[in-house]
């Protein structure tokens, strides 16, 4: 997909270094992570404002496309999503077997046998290498679909759960990248959220790479 070898970090700082990943150490994280917030469930009107930046999308056009919502800790994002946009095609992916989620599996080199019309996540920051993550999520969509990534740009403080910080400038350098390199349509949509994310949203080129 990139033809250019020098793709700017997405991540400010990360915790794990690119040669040094014990990966058993790094999904004990993650799950030690779930069982301590898997109750949490945020406020629908949070989940409302994803369903309606689906309106315009290939995904809303084609009840037959399938969404993911990535390290989504229970099925209340999922569930949320599904009922706001009457669409039942939304699977839930997390690392943890207790997260009862449709898709177990690690995200950070994300492989399915399928491609999809639509992907969410707000989890980036639990991503070993944002980057390459970022790429592999771009990678299972179909073409003209489309990527909503909400990005903490407010913790500063790194952890081996929370291992990948992140600033609004490296993110619009990042981006603008991958539309240079025809990663990613021109027409990209960037705010901050009411809750302080900076949301993300991008379709991937519908020219084939």
């Known amino acids: 997909m990139i033809k250019n070898n020098k793709m700017p970090e997405l991540a400010s700082s990360r915790f794990y270094n690119n040669n040094l990943i014990d990966k058993e150490e790094y999904t004990s994280s993650q799950t030690k992570r779930h069982a301590l917030k898997h109750q949490k469930k945020r406020n629908k009107k949070y989940y409302e404002s ?18 993911l919502c990535l390290g989504t800790r229970n099925n209340w994002e999922r569930d949320c999503i599904i009922e706001i946009s009457n669409n039942k095609n939304i699977l839930s992916v997390d690392i ?10 690690d995200f950070n080199e994300l492989k399915l046998p399928f491609s999809v019309g639509a992907i969410f996540s707000n989890s980036i920051d639990h991503a070993i290498q944002p980057s390459k993550t970022y790429l592999s ?8 679909g489309t990527l909503i990534v909400d990005f903490d740009i407010v913790t500063d403080v790194i952890t081996k759960a929370d291992c990948s910080l992140f600033e609004k400038e490296k993110i619009d350098k990042f981006l603008d990248f991958l539309i240079e390199n025809k990663c990613i349509s021109k027409n990209t949509k960037k705010y901050i959220t009411i809750n ?6 991008v379709r991937r080129n519908k020219q084939s790479d």
Not at 137 to 144: A, E, K
């Open 137 to 144: 999520w771009l990678s299972c969509l179909s073409l003209g």
């Open 196 to 201: 302080g994310y900076y949301r993300t949203i």
């Open 96 to 105: 943890s077997p207790n997260s009862n989620a449709d898709i177990i599996t």
């Open 50 to 67: 994803i369903a309606n930046e689906l309106t315009d999308t290939d995904f809303y056009q084609n009840k037959d496309d399938v969404m």
